[in-house]
């Protein structure tokens, strides 16, 4: 089955910093990679996805990045906030039925 | 616009009693519903799925079972829970295409004694 690890697992940035997460995952056959936000206490939210037709994708200061020969794929914050501070979770898709296999995640704090 | 409920929002338990979690969404039809435990340091853990009433995958083996006896209602359930069941049960529903995102409800946090 499909196996996702995020690296690193707790990332400290000041803010104005950028924030890099990196993902690998096993399957050649996945083709959808979501980023989901946690803040504490809250459910996990969608903040960017990209399919693997695709290489990058930006949405204001959020960017995903894929490398489907390497098998990795990263999410990229410019300009960090403290809001940013949360947990970001790394998906892939895992066959059919929208099923999503998630790595561990990553703390990420944006020290002010 | 769609809603997802869970309930209770916490619980505990003793080793050995039965579980019954509910999840319910507004809003939508057929659709995709997922049940995930979040245990600490170990991310989300896809448990069931079901892309229709009465159609169930598993996706992990262990003492816990899932149904979904109307279109949008999911429900977990064990009949002993053990300490390894503690953590924070997350419901989620999708469109069934591929590409979609899947949207959370607010959580159940179990602790069992």
């Known amino acids: 089955g499909e196996n996702v690890e995020q690296h690193p697992s707790t990332l400290s940035v000041q803010e104005g910093d950028s924030a890099v997460i990196k993902c690998t995952y096993s399957?050649?056959?996945?083709?959808?990679f979501p980023w989901y936000k946690q803040e504490l206490g809250k459910r996990p939210q969608l903040i960017i996805d990209?399919?693997?037709?695709?290489g990058e994708k930006k949405d204001q200061r959020i960017a995903v990045t894929l490398n489907k020969t390497a098998k990795h794929f990263s999410l990229h914050i410019t300009e960090t906030q403290p809001e940013d501070s949360a947990v970001y979770f790394c998906?892939?898709?895992?066959?059919?039925?929208?099923?999503?296999?998630f790595g561990k995640g990553n703390q990420v704090v944006v020290i002010p | 616009s769609q809603t997802i409920h869970q309930w209770p929002a916490t619980l505990v338990q003793p080793v050995g009693s039965p579980l019954s979690l509910e999840c319910t969404v507004e809003?939508?039809?057929?659709?995709?519903l997922y049940w995930y435990r979040q245990a600490a340091g170990r991310g989300l853990q896809l448990l069931f799925y079901?892309?229709?009433?009465?159609?169930i995958s598993s996706e992990v083996p262990q003492n816990l079972s899932a149904s979904r006896p109307q279109d949008r209602q999911f429900i977990l359930s064990s009949k002993k829970l053990l300490l390894s069941d503690s953590g924070f049960y997350l419901c989620?529903?999708?469109?069934?295409?591929?590409?979609?995102?899947?949207?959370f409800g607010p959580g159940t946090r179990l602790t069992v004694l």
């Open positions: 989620a529903w999708s469109l069934g295409r591929s590409y979609n995102e899947q949207f």
């Open positions: 399957d050649s056959a996945s083709n959808y």
């Open positions: 990209i399919r693997s037709n695709v």
């Open positions: 998906a892939a898709s895992l066959g059919g039925n929208n099923r999503l296999a």
């Open positions: 809003g939508t039809s057929n659709p995709n």
């Open positions: 079901s892309v229709g009433i009465g159609q």
